[in-house]
């Protein structure tokens, strides 16, 4: 069984930064790729960062630039730095982790984030993210 939790996120006021966690236990060895994904009230979940085994990274263009996925396989646990932040990445942020055969190339990643983690096997309990104007 493998479980995520999210944590780190909170209220900052545009042009602010967050870096949120989520610790991952379990068996999550068998999952090549780990994300990060967002859900504002009444809008569609919405990729916004992805990691594979190899360190390969995609990201969400409304993020690129600002945004930094990363990882620490000793601690098991993903990242996602978040600095120049705007109102319109309030959202709560879940963690997932998917691709259980094989590493996804780029083009599967950014797929996977671009319909917000249908292939997911595993999901976190989210951490809101609010950032005022």
């Known amino acids: 069984h493998v479980q995520l939790v999210e944590s780190g996120g909170g209220s900052v006021q545009a042009g602010g930064s967050l870096r949120l966690s989520c610790a991952a236990s379990g068996d999550t060895a068998v999952q090549y790729c780990k994300g990060w994904f967002r859900q504002a009230p009444g809008k569609e979940r919405e990729g916004v960062a992805a990691?594979?085994?190899?360190?390969?990274?995609s990201y969400a263009d409304s993020v690129k630039g600002r945004f930094t996925i990363s990882k620490d396989i000793a601690k098991n646990t993903l990242y996602l730095q978040m600095d120049s932040l705007k109102p319109e990445d309030t959202a709560m942020y879940y963690c997932?982790?998917?691709?259980?055969?094989?590493?996804?190339?780029?083009?599967?990643?950014?797929?996977?984030?671009?319909?917000?983690?249908?292939?997911?096997?595993?999901w976190g309990q989210g951490t809101q993210v609010t950032v005022s104007s």
């Open positions: 990691i594979d085994v190899d360190g390969s990274t």
């Open positions: 997932a982790a998917g691709f259980p055969d094989a590493a996804p190339d780029e083009t599967t990643r950014l797929g996977w984030l671009l319909t917000g983690g249908d292939e997911s096997n595993y």
